[in-house]
């Protein structure tokens, strides 16, 4: 993932400028989920803030909001410095950082085992300090699956000798290595969207940053996928409210897009939800491989999603436009396929049945990376937009606790 170093007096002043969080009580040793706007008061980003000593934070994964944090340090009057520290594949200077995510019902217990001594009980979202096989740790106290996960980071020079004793206290707990689709498929039971496309491409005040991206960024990459077809860039921008983020926001401050944000809360935004698709309607997809006539867009497993954003149309029965699914993937643990989006409030109940259209709408014919097929459409339920019973209960008491 994308790391961003920001150091200076002026750190979290820049931070709060950008930031739509309460950042009252925040101080070293704590983390947050930081999420950015456009002036629009649209999304442009979420990222995991550490807090790591006085005017130090490392910004950790969320390349576009990565990028605006940049900008705005070098296109203001801030006094911070800055150190980019990019993913793996556009890093030809060498990873700095290694970050390893343990997670599942013995995750906390091979953390324990695997620091030398005495581990400490780290509240959620907080980070220490250990050792693992004589290498220093940042251990920050997380989860993506319900359980008492832990994220750990160090010197990248030393991450074989931490990955490998992890492996080896693991395997008596049926530890798995996993890669990136294992890491998110994740989301679909925390309820993550990760990526939404940036409200960047239209506001006359985002101008400035559009110029001062690359060709090549990950701004200037994304591809749009999904049956949801609209001329207008504006109609693929996410709220607040439709990646569950309003929870989130200050209402004693003012931050980019807070006015705009407000505004918004007057009216009726969508909620964020989960889809449950028809077992019976994923059968269909996979058996009309061995069709001759009628292919549907197939499902790749775990992650469903073949876009970055995935935008994908929720209908009526009638077929009315009542929301959007973003992303989609199979659950192992709950052995149902699963989406996350959002929905028009009165369609927002769960249990309530809507359907999916599935599918590009000119059947793949003007994308290279996609193959050709027929849309069609998948019966879904709407679920909480936490959909794992057993995340929504981690949560709230964590929650709980931190209050």
């Not at 009057?77 to 990873?95: E, Q």
């Not at 750990?152 to 020079?157: P, V």
């Not at 989406?339 to 590009?360: H, M």
């Not at 709407?382 to 209960?393: E, K």
């Amino acid at each position: 993932m994308p790391e961003l170093f920001l150091r200076g007096p002026d750190a979290l002043e820049l931070l709060k400028k950008i930031g739509i969080n309460r950042f009252t009580g925040f101080k070293p040793g704590m983390a947050k989920q930081l999420v950015g706007c456009a002036p629009s008061g649209h999304v442009i980003g979420d990222c995991i803030l550490y807090y790591l000593e006085d005017d130090t934070f490392e910004l950790v994964s969320g390349m576009t909001l990565l990028d605006w944090v940049e900008y705005l340090a070098e296109s203001g009057s801030f006094d911070v410095s800055l150190r980019r520290d990019n993913a793996t594949p556009n890093n030809p200077d060498g990873r700095t950082r290694f970050r390893f995510g343990v997670d599942g019902p013995a995750a906390w217990q091979v953390f324990r085992e695997a620091v030398d001594g005495d581990a400490p009980d780290i509240p959620f979202f907080r980070a220490v300090e250990v050792t693992v096989a004589g290498c220093k740790v940042l251990a920050l106290r997380h989860g993506m699956a319900g359980h008492k996960g832990v994220e750990l980071s160090g010197d990248f020079a030393e991450g074989e000798t931490v990955r490998a004793r992890l492996l080896k206290v693991g395997a008596e707990h049926g530890l798995h290595a996993g890669g990136r689709l294992a890491y998110f498929s994740s989301s679909l039971e925390s309820g993550w969207i990760p990526y939404p496309l940036p409200a960047i491409y239209t506001h006359p005040e985002m101008r400035g940053f559009r110029e001062w991206l690359k060709a090549k960024s990950w701004e200037g990459s994304t591809h749009i996928a999904g049956s949801f077809d609209s001329d207008d860039i504006e109609d693929y921008y996410a709220t607040v409210w439709d990646l569950g983020y309003e929870r989130l926001v200050d209402d004693e401050r003012d931050f980019v897009g807070s006015r705009e944000i407000r505004r918004m809360a007057t009216g009726a935004p969508r909620r964020k939800v989960s889809f449950e698709w028809d077992d019976e309607d994923v059968a269909r997809i996979y058996r009309s491989l061995f069709s001759s006539d009628v292919r549907y867009k197939q499902l790749s497993l775990p992650l469903v999603s073949y876009g970055f954003p995935q935008c994908d149309r929720v209908e009526t029965p009638e077929g009315e436009l009542v929301g959007l699914s973003s992303y989609a993937g199979y659950s192992r643990n709950e052995g149902k396929v699963i989406s996350l989006g959002s929905v028009d409030r009165e369609f927002a109940e769960p249990g309530t049945k809507l359907r999916l259209i599935w599918g590009e709408p000119d059947g793949g014919r003007g994308k290279k990376r996609v193959e050709q097929h027929i849309q069609t459409s998948i019966n879904v339920i709407v679920a909480p937009g936490t959909y794992s019973a057993q995340v929504r209960s981690l949560k709230r008491a964590s929650l709980r606790k931190s209050a």
